[in-house]
């Protein structure tokens, strides 16, 4: 399904250099969400509203969606061992940075140059594990990478925001910063070198879109569905703060939740993505839908936040995993550069689902931010069914 090279490394390294890249995208996933769980006493602690605080986020997916094309392209000669090791030092560095720093400007500033290594990551990172173990297992080893979604969502975000609770928001990233030099460590043991392969300049990778009809309608399937998830989910402890009373504690546990649910979500779309990738899609898709109504309707009580936040959950991981499947069958021979459209389209829509729920948030209230969600969800839905009808 992906164009790779075959290796020699033997098949236990190769797992163990998957198990590190694995790592790579929890902290660099972790990272790039962990605001969402700190809104409140970011925007408490440094005097900003929650929509300012909300730029965190934006800044970091603008960077991570319009720069990956360039960098990845730039960086094609590049061992790619050599350039994730680059991109954990910039994170960790990042992370030290946004702890100490004295004011707002410095940590946007911060984010902006951290969203860059975080959009590379994602367009070299299931390349490289599929490299290195044996052919045969080139899809369990990019799916077990994608694990790595589950358990920032599962463990890490939750995480955060415990910490938040017991050490403040600064010393939170600060720990952060000490994991990603750990994971740093992880990468230059286990992961064996990888010269570039499969990458090309940065005008041939912006023609895809143009000469393959497939990706782009995969492209703008992504945008659609990550512009209403996100856009709902950047603001959801405001949200369950506002209607359901929520505590820092209940938030936590939403959060955990969602993940698990996205985690279960991953392993069940593993079954049937293979078989029918539009379908699974599209299932998960109505479920974004449905969740972000029924969190609408019984939002308010903390049961029925939690009950939504599971639907939540299951579909979001079934739609993701179906969108990088759908991704990989689009341009088998051009996987790199059309993960990096994908991860420009993908941090770009985070990016921007952010800013017009924050807009929305600080203007019209909360509520408003999930509605935003149900319609762009929903686009998506419909999209996707009337592109496989064609």
Known sequence: MVTRTENTHSTLKGWAGVAAI???LFVFLTTE??????????????????????LMVTLYGVSAGLGVPFVVAWTRRINRRVLLSTLLAILTAGNLITALAPGYPLVLATRLVMGFAN????????????RIVPGRHANRAAAVVMSGISVATVLGMPLGTVLERLVGWQATFLIWSGLSVLVFLAVLVLVPSLPSA?????????????????????????????????????????????????????????????????AVGNFV?????????LVSFAVGAAGLVASLVLLLVV????????????????????????QLTMTQRSAPDTFEAAMS?????????????????????????????????????????????GTRRT
């Open 22 to 24: 694995t790592a790579s």
């Open 269 to 277: 779309a593993g079954h049937f993505v293979a078989k029918n990738v």
């Open 33 to 54: 969400l962990m605001p969402v769980g700190l809104l409140t006493p970011v925007s408490t602690s440094l005097d900003i509203s929650v929509g300012a605080a909300g």
């Open 119 to 130: 959009g590379a990551f994602w367009a070299i990172g299931v390349g490289m594990a599929m």
């Open 198 to 262: 499969n990458a090309v300049p940065v005008r041939e990778v912006f023609g895809l879109p143009r000469v393959n009809a497939r990706l782009r309608s995969v492209l703008i399937t992504v945008v659609l569905f990550v512009l209403g998830h996100f856009g709902v989910y950047t603001f959801i402890r405001p949200f369950l703060e506002g209607t359901s009373s929520a505590s820092p504690a209940f938030v936590t546990v939403c959060l955990i939740v969602f993940g698990a649910g996205g």
């Open 341 to 385: 459209l994908n991860t420009l389209a993908y941090n770009t829509s985070i990016a921007l689902g952010a800013l017009f729920a924050g807009l929305l948030a600080d203007h019209a209230g909360i509520t408003s931010v999930v509605w935003f969600g149900v319609v762009l969800t929903a686009a998506s839905l419909l999209f996707t069914v």
């Open 299 to 322: 939002g308010h009580a903390q049961a029925g936040a939690l009950i939504a936040l599971v639907l939540w959950g299951l579909s979001y991981g079934v739609v993701q995993l179906s």
